[in-house]
């Protein structure tokens, strides 16, 4: 079982944010000598206790700053882009690291101000053509747009092979069922709406086909995500995944965004005490002891037949987080390559 990490640079309360890209970059570094696969970056704009607008410039650095681990940008929204554009950025990063740069594709809102401001006409309404934008985007990744492309004539390096490794973000069957058709790597999210993980992974095995893309592959390549807080034991999990839950309860179901991390202590004040974790068969954290944890992952992974496992910390502390990651490793025999 391979494990990786998708890294949202929260802010660790009391620093900038700038101590927290340079954290980041020590993690990564942390989790290539702890034997993770990939260390992915997450794009968020205009959330106060982030601090990674373009993670395509953060990816540069980190991958600068490591050897053998695979290094992504997890992932680019490209409802936000010109697929021509986000391709350049993708293919520079996957020309100066060869073999070792993964991008997501994603799509989401940042809210109505961010979402205007990332727009080059501000008074025009964003189609919905993000199935059009993905292959487009995919077959810049490889210079081979279809024949009929208007842009069949112009390219990004072509001089060098096709890449990076491009991944299509799930949370959603019909989304799995797209990445299948294309030919493109499945990341599934089981923290949007958890439940849906199972579903997701079945329809993206039971449709894949090779890809026409020179970008794609020829089998199924899957990963699933999860928000994990792993703990010496139960009491401790439940404790510091409190910043975590309070943070998503706040913004999704209370429309509230904090300007900062909260502490746990703050964080138990705020929704009324520690919450125990969830019990249900797919939970949107998976919070636990060592063997709690394993147990958990160990179910999904039956379920869905995942040889991946992407994690997401949420913890208001940098030495926490790197805590985190050594007892998980532990947990499951990681070992550096």
Not at 302 to 327: C, F, K, P, W
Request: charged content about 20%.
């Amino acid at each position: 079982m391979k494990f990786s990490i998708l890294d949202p640079v929260q802010i660790p309360v009391g620093q900038t944010s700038g101590e927290a890209m340079r954290g980041s970059i020590a993690l990564a570094q942390a989790a290539e000598r702890l034997g993770y696969h990939r260390y992915w970056l997450v794009e968020h704009h205009d959330v106060a206790y982030e601090a990674n607008p373009a993670p395509e410039v953060l990816a540069t650095v980190i991958a600068c700053a490591t050897n053998s681990i695979r290094v992504g940008l997890g992932g680019v929204l490209l409802n936000h882009y010109s697929p021509y554009k986000a391709a350049e950025a993708a293919r520079t990063l996957g020309v100066l690291f060869p073999g070792r740069i993964d991008v997501g594709i994603g799509r989401s809102t940042a809210g109505p101000n961010a979402d205007t401001a990332l727009k080059r006409h501000r008074d025009v309404e964003t189609p919905d053509d993000h199935d059009s934008q993905t292959e487009e985007f995919v077959g810049w990744l490889g210079n081979d747009l279809p024949a009929g492309s208007s842009f069949r004539s112009i390219g990004i390096m072509p001089d060098e092979a096709a890449g990076p490794h491009p991944w299509v973000l799930a949370a959603t069957q019909g989304t799995a069922v797209r990445a299948a058709r294309l030919g493109l790597p499945l990341a599934c999210s089981a923290f949007h709406v958890p439940e849906n993980a199972p579903g997701a992974f079945k329809a993206y095995l039971d449709n894949f086909r090779p890809s026409r893309f020179a970008a794609g592959v020829s089998k199924p390549e899957t990963l699933l995500a999860i928000r994990l807080i792993i703990g010496e034991t139960q009491e401790e999990a439940e404790r510091l995944a409190m910043p975590m839950r309070a943070l998503f309860k706040l913004r999704r179901k209370d429309n509230l965004m904090l300007d900062k991390m909260p502490t746990p202590d703050e964080a138990i004040a705020l929704m009324g005490g520690v919450l125990p974790a969830e019990d249900a068969a797919w939970p949107a954290y998976v919070v636990g002891s060592p063997e709690r944890v394993q147990a958990t992952i160990a179910r999904m992974v039956a379920v869905t037949g995942a040889s991946e496992i992407m994690v997401q910390d949420v913890l208001h502390d940098q030495e926490l987080r790197l805590r985190n990651y050594e007892l998980l490793a532990r947990t499951f025999g990681l070992r550096a390559a």
